[in-house]
C-alpha cells in the first residue's frame, strides 16, 4: 500500500519562492528502484509533468521549470521536495505527487498519487 501527502502549498506573489514536501508510506520505496514526480494541474488545464527523481538521484525536469525549481528528496525513504524560485503567475495550478516504478514524464506511468497541494501564485 503506497500512500503519498504533499504540504507546502499555499498564496504568494509573483517572484516569491516556496517549498513543497512530499511524504510517502509503503515498502516497495526501498525494495526497488523508484521514481517520485510533481506534476500540476491549473485550472481548465490537464494534469501536467513538472519535475521527477529516481532512486540513484536522477532527475528531469519540465522545459517550463528548468532552472527556477530544484526537486531533492530521499526516494528510499519516500520523501521529496520541490523548491519553488522565481514564481509567476502561470505557476498557479494544483501540485500533485505521484510515484512510478521507473522515472518517466508520462503521466501514465505514475501508479500512486496523493491528494494535491495548491499553489497560488499573484501578480
Known amino acids: 500500500q503506497v500512500q503519498l501527502v504533499e504540504s507546502g502549498g499555499g498564496l504568494v506573489q509573483a517572484g516569491d519562492s516556496l517549498r513543497l514536501s512530499c511524504a510517502g508510506s509503503?515498502?516497495?520505496?526501498?525494495?526497488?528502484?523508484?521514481?517520485m514526480a510533481w506534476f500540476r494541474q491549473a485550472p481548465g488545464a490537464e494534469r501536467a509533468f513538472v519535475a521527477a527523481?529516481?532512486?540513484?538521484?536522477?532527475?528531469v525536469y519540465a522545459d517550463s521549470v528548468r532552472g527556477r525549481f530544484t526537486i531533492s528528496g530521499n526516494v528510499r525513504e519516500a520523501t521529496m521536495h520541490l523548491q519553488m524560485h522565481s514564481l509567476k503567475p502561470e505557476d498557479t495550478a494544483l501540485y500533485y505527487c505521484a510515484a512510478a516504478r521507473y522515472l518517466s514524464v508520462q503521466l501514465g506511468s505514475y501508479d500512486w498519487w496523493g491528494q494535491g497541494t495548491r499553489v497560488t501564485v499573484s501578480s
Open positions: 527523481i529516481e532512486t540513484d538521484g536522477t532527475t
Open positions: 509503503g515498502r516497495i520505496f526501498g525494495d526497488v528502484t523508484m521514481a
